[in-house]
C-alpha cells in the first residue's frame, strides 16, 4: 500500500514558506543522512528558485559512514550544490554552517545587513535542533514524532543572521511507493499513517540485503532466515512477541524490528545509496 501524508497544516506551511521566500538569502535544506534522496522535497526546488543553498545531511550519527561519504561526494558534484554531513551535539561544525552559508552570499550584497536563512526539511529530521544548536538555547520546540514545528519562527542571532524554523512538510504524492516506506521508516511519518508489518518488510529487505551481519549480531541468529517474513517471526520468537497457542504476533514483532532500526540499535544503516534503481524512477 503507498504511504502519503499531506494533512492541511502542510498546505499552509508550504503557502506561507512561498510567501516568506521574497525574504530569504539562503535556504539550509536539511536532509535524513540515511535516505538522502527520499528526503529530499522535491516542491524545495520550485520554492527556493535560485536562492543559494546548503544541504545537510542530518543524523549522520546514524547513517552508514561509507555511505554518507558517497553521498556528500555526489551531491557536491552536482552544480550549485554545496551539501555536508552532520549530526546533533557538535555545536562547532554546526556553526560552520554559517561560515559556509556566507561564503554562497553575493559578492555585491551589504554585508552590515543580517543573512536571512530558511531552514526547510521533511518532518522529524532536525531542523529545530539546528536551530537550538545555533542559538544555544531551547528556543525551538522538538520532539521525536513528525510536525512538532506548527508554524514559521524567526530568531536572530550573533553573527549576523536570521534564521527562520519551519514545520516539516511532505509533497502530495509519495513517488515510488519506497519513497514513502523510507521516510516512515525512519519516522517522518506518523505511526497512525502506516502498517508496521509492511514497513517491518521493508525493513528486513533491505537488512538481508545490505547489512546481514547487524541483524545476526542484534538478534543473535545463527544464520539467516530465507525471506523477511520468517526473518520477522524468528525476531519476534526471540523477544517473546507470542500470542496464545505459541504464533508470534507478527504486529509487536515488526514495531520491534522497525523501532529498533529506527532508533539506531541495528547500528549504523543507510537506506539508500547514491542514484536510484530503474524500477524507482
Ligand atoms: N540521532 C540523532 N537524532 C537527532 C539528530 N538531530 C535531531 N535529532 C532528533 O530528531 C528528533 C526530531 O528533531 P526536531 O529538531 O524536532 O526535528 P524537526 O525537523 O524540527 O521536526 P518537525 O518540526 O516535526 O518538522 C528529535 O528527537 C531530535 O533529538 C541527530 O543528528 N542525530
Ligand atoms: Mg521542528
Redesign the pocket.
Known sequence: MAINWFPGHMNKARREIAKAMGQVNLVIE?LDARLPHSSENPLVVGLRKDTPCIKIL?????ADPNVTGQWINWFNAQPGTVAVA????QPKATKRILGLGRKLMPADRNASKPIVAMIL????????????TLTGRTL??????????RRQQRIEIKGGYILM?T??FLWPRLDPPECGLRLAMM?SIPDNVVVYEELAVFAAQTLMAHYPHLVLERYKLKEMPETPELLIEKIGEKRGCMRKGGIVDMQKASEVLVKELRS?KLGQVSLERPGRPASEI
Open positions: 536539511v542530518n543524523k549522520k550519527d546514524l552532520h549530526e546533533r551535539l526539511g521533511v518532518p522529524n529530521v532536525g531542523k529545530s535542533t539546528i536551530i537550538n525551538a520546540k522538538t520532539g521525536n514524532i513528525p510536525a512538532v514545528t524554523d514545520p516539516g519516522g539506531g
